[in-house]
């Protein structure tokens, strides 16, 4: 996978300031980049693409988000700005990688679905239905079903 190589200065996120979240911006063309390489894996929240990054001799597992600006912003721990000795202002150097699904090694990683649990252990064919039925909840093993059985009486 690529490695992306770039110069940006750290800011704080206006809406969580008294907290401090530190952000970088991620340029123009690298965010172009990460927008087209992140169409090949399912979508995750927010828009976010997961990314592996190197700040001078720290490296992190974050993920990158896209903003009003075209641009992704990229979280700063506080334990990297502080293994680091940089702070909001700072202009850093930044290595970073798009972590995605290994596609070439198996062309159906990205299109793999879960196998349901849950099983269909039996129906009912007809039923006689009177004014006052007795309703009885099958098994424990069907509750996963969510199947009742009615009963006349």
Not at 37 to 54: I, K
Not at 86 to 104: F, H, K, N
Request: hydrophobic letters at 40%; aromatic letters at 8%; zero cysteines.
């Amino acid at each position: 996978m690529e490695t992306f190589e770039f110069e940006s200065d750290l800011w704080i996120w206006r809406a969580r300031r008294e907290d401090g979240w530190t952000f970088l911006s991620v340029p123009v063309e690298v965010s172009d980049e990460i927008r087209e390489l992140a169409l090949a894996r399912p979508p995750a929240g927010f828009g976010s693409v997961r990314v592996s990054v190197t700040l001078g001799s720290t490296t992190w597992q974050t993920s990158v988000f896209p903003g009003e600006d075209g641009r992704y912003a990229l979280p700063v721990k506080k334990s990297v700005r502080r293994a680091e000795a940089v702070e909001a202002g700072d202009t850093v150097s930044i290595s970073l990688r798009v972590m995605l699904p290994d596609i070439q090694q198996d062309p159906r990683a990205s299109r793999r679905r879960p196998r349901p649990q849950n099983r269909v252990i039996g129906s009912i064919r007809s039923a006689r239905i009177s004014t006052t039925p007795e309703i009885r909840m099958m098994p424990p093993t069907a509750y996963a079903t969510g199947s009742i059985l009615a009963v006349s009486t």
